[in-house]
């Protein structure tokens, strides 16, 4: 089998974007190096109208490079492997693979299986929601993880204490991987789903609600999340830029949504709102 390889070279800020665009495209492979990233699609599904638009629109914006060539299969967690970290938030989680050994202690240890789905814990939002959860109360309760990739939010507000998180996300693959994280971390209490907050199944109201995507998604589905929201439940943001939260903000408030506290990581951000009366 042969797959079309796609490396892209561009500015940090737009990877995750990027990567996210092109997996609807049809890529499923990704592995993030200094200057981009690459991207793997099975040669039969590649589509090269899609992927040009794709990099045209983003031209407007940053100074982008696609360049293509034709790879034979590989062993793609054996490549991954060699350069995927553990990282450390906050001196509180350790997110880590299974092969991985890491003698001094954490409060708390997270496994993600090097599958390629988002949310390794390695990009600056992942990082603010894991942060931002360690602060929060889960003790107890109902939590929502909106879009929720390799389910490590999932993970962590279970390792929280939360007697219940229900889950979901439109790709195939992350609910794949998800779940195989769920199971490799011993958090039963997780259910994953696949779809849309508008198709998935979702009964009654939770206390926190975890949405890590983007501007645009958050923007458009503010009102769906308000609706899950119980009183004085609590609403975690981030997948957006610092200069967004004016904008997220405006959106939030039509919906008696308050801001408690917000993180900044690089040029990235996360929100903690609260639903007022």
């Known amino acids: 089998m042969y797959y079309t390889k796609l490396l892209v070279r561009c500015d940090s800020e737009f990877s995750e974007m990027l990567i996210a665009e092109l997996a609807e495209a049809g890529f499923d492979t990704f592995m993030e190096n200094e200057n981009g990233f690459e991207a793997y699609v099975e040669e039969e599904r590649f589509d090269n109208d899609i992927v040009t638009e794709i990099k045209d629109r983003y031209s407007l914006h940053t100074q982008l490079e696609f360049s293509f060539s034709r790879e034979e299969k590989r062993n793609w967690n054996e490549e991954w492997e060699k350069s995927y970290e553990p990282i450390i938030v906050d001196d509180r989680c350790l997110i880590r693979a299974s092969f991985h050994i890491i003698e001094k202690k954490f409060p708390f240890e997270i496994i993600i299986t090097p599958k390629m789905s988002f949310g390794t814990g390695h990009h600056q939002t992942t990082y603010l929601m894991i942060k931002a959860q360690m602060d929060i109360d889960h003790q107890n309760k109902r939590v929502m993880d909106a879009g929720c990739g390799t389910a490590i939010l999932s993970v962590m507000a279970s390792k929280l204490g939360a007697r219940e998180v229900v889950a979901f996300d439109i790709d195939e693959w992350s609910v794949i991987n998800g779940n195989e994280n769920i199971e490799v971390n011993g958090t039963a209490n997780v259910s994953l789903q696949q779809g849309k907050i508008s ?66 990581r690089e040029t990235w951000a996360s929100l903690l709102l609260k639903k007022i009366g």
């Open 199 to 264: 198709e998935v199944k979702i009964d009654g109201l939770f206390d926190i609600i975890l949405a890590n995507i983007n501007k645009n998604v958050l923007l458009a589905e503010m009102k769906a999340y308000d609706s899950y929201l119980d009183k004085n439940a609590l609403l975690l943001l981030s997948g957006f830029y610092t200069h967004d939260i004016s904008e997220l903000l405006y959106e939030a408030e039509k919906y008696g949504l308050r801001e408690v506290s917000r993180g900044e």
